[in-house]
């Protein structure tokens, strides 16, 4: 009997210190119980192999310590192996087990704050092939040269590992990935969804199978009722196609060419000298020299003959009337 009673005692002592570390999450809620300190997970952000490549490390002071890599008590209804992102945050959740879980600091990209629901991971990738969408490669011209995807390395956006997450089977373009700008995290990024460490994506690739299960809070830190997606983007109107028009030969007619130069105003302007008065023709002189024939288009008619000029006086020119030879200008 004393032993069994040693027994109980023991196992009645393992339960409080369980139960010391782990405190019932009501009780936490009701401020009857405070919540087990964050552990850090110590040398997590040291350099890495990684096949052909060798992942930096991060100098670990230079990260705030709430998005350090840690366990923590995380009151949860979940199962083991659920992701719940909170953006608002900046944090990924990685439930462990009953009121626990693995904590990652997060950056978040602006589609990021405006998507919230449920997903799966669908698909892992390392070294992912990172493609720039169109609209990026608008902002960003620079870009272009990746437009049919940049391979998986050191400098590729998308970090050394990708989930690919789907909603109804539907890829609706959001990925939780790596960074090899670690100094985003815990800041907004300019693009992009889920960020995380290299280091701490790789260690979430290694623990998380296809199928698993995504939750991602409102941006106000509330789970989520349904899915939101952010409105579509506009799309890009196409420039106007103006159709070329072709220039048209303009033919003056015969016996204008010696018409006066109206002025701005109408009337006609002042030669500067006057010209000299030509001898009136004489229609019965010969000449020996034929007129010049200016060859025409076989099936236009023949130029009739020229008429002789009015001599030309010094006589200051009127202003042309308002009907006559102006209506054929």
């Known amino acids: 009997m004393q032993g ?33 300190t964050p552990q850090l997970i110590p040398d997590v952000y040291a350099a890495r192999a990684d096949g052909t490549y060798t992942v930096p490390a991060v100098p670990v002071e230079k990260v705030p310590v709430q998005y350090q890599r840690q366990s923590v008590y995380f009151p949860t209804e979940e199962v083991p192996g659920t992701i719940i992102i909170n953006p608002q945050a900046r944090l990924l959740h990685l439930v462990t087990g009953k009121n626990q879980a693995i904590r990652y600091g997060i950056s978040v990209g602006a589609a990021g704050f405006e998507w919230s629901g449920e997903a ?5 990738r390392p070294w992912p092939t990172w493609t720039p969408p169109p609209e990026m490669i608008d902002r960003k011209p620079e870009l272009a040269k990746w437009e049919k995807g940049q391979p ?12 690919y997450l789907e909603t109804n089977g539907r890829d609706y373009g959001y990925r939780i990935h790596g960074t090899p700008d670690w100094q985003s995290i815990g800041r907004n990024a300019s693009s992009g969804c889920i960020r995380m460490i290299n280091q701490d994506v790789m260690d979430l690739y290694e623990r998380v199978p296809a199928g698993a299960k995504v939750i991602v809070m409102t941006r106000d ?3 989520p009722s349904g899915l939101t997606l952010p409105p579509p983007a506009p799309k890009k109107p196409k420039p106007a196609v103006v159709a ?9 007619p015969s016996g204008l060419g010696n018409l006066p130069m109206l002025s701005p ?44 000029e009015a001599p030309v006086t010094t006589t200051p ?13």
């Open 120 to 124: 799966i991971v669908a698909n892992r």
């Open 152 to 163: 998986g390395g050191p400098t590729n956006p998308l970090g050394a590992r990708a989930l």
């Open 244 to 252: 070329a028009v072709e220039p048209k030969e303009v033919v003056v």
């Open 4 to 36: 069994i009673g040693m027994k109980l005692a023991s196992a009645t002592m393992v339960a409080l210190l369980l139960g010391a570390c782990v405190p019932n999450a009501a009780l936490v809620d009701a401020g009857l119980a405070e919540p087990p």
């Open 317 to 329: 020119l009127l202003p042309v009337p308002a009907t006559g030879a102006s209506d054929s200008l």
């Open 221 to 223: 830190g509330q789970m």
């Open 265 to 308: 105003m109408g009337a006609a302007a002042e030669p500067d000298e006057a010209p000299a008065p030509e001898a009136p023709a004489n229609p019965t002189a010969a000449d020996d020299t034929p007129p010049a024939v200016t060859p025409t288009a076989p099936e236009a008619p023949a130029a009739p003959a020229p008429q002789a």
